[in-house]
């Protein structure tokens, strides 16, 4: 008769025990790394939907006409505003718009932008 090693039946009682936790440990990684991974694609999306309005919003404002200048001032303060801008992305945002839109259209259009104790100095090319 043929007897099997006690270590060895260890071995198996603690493996059969232990496999669906292993199994679940691994269900649950699979599903944490997944959840991170669409949060990182999610906020990839967002900036880059931020960055083509960004652009297409500069673009209106340089073209030079009211209704497009207009169009591309009312999208920046309404990105600057919007959830879709993410808060590592406002100080760039913010500073192209006053860059690019502050000597076109003027200090009133950013007036709710920023606080009213800040003073917006427009470039040295104005006449203002």
């Given at each position: 008769m043929f007897v099997i090693p006690t270590w060895i039946s260890v071995v198996g009682v603690v493996v059969t025990v232990l496999s669906p936790f292993l199994a679940l440990g691994g269900v649950a990684l699979g599903a944490y790394l997944t959840r991170k991974s669409d949060r990182e694609l999610d906020v990839w999306r967002h900036r880059e939907e931020t960055m083509r309005m960004v652009r297409w919003a500069v673009e209106q404002i340089l073209e030079g006409t009211d209704a497009g200048t207009d169009a591309g001032v009312v999208t920046l303060r309404s990105l600057m505003r919007s959830e879709l801008l993410q808060p590592e992305d406002y100080d760039?945002?913010?500073?192209?718009?006053?860059?690019?839109?502050?000597?076109?259209?003027?200090?009133?259009?950013?007036?709710?932008?920023?606080?009213?104790?800040?003073?917006?100095?427009?470039?040295?090319g104005t006449d203002g």
């Open positions: 760039l945002v913010a500073a192209l718009t006053a860059a690019v839109a502050i000597d076109r259209v003027g200090q009133a259009a950013y007036a709710e932008l920023a606080d009213e104790d800040i003073e917006v100095v427009e470039g040295e």
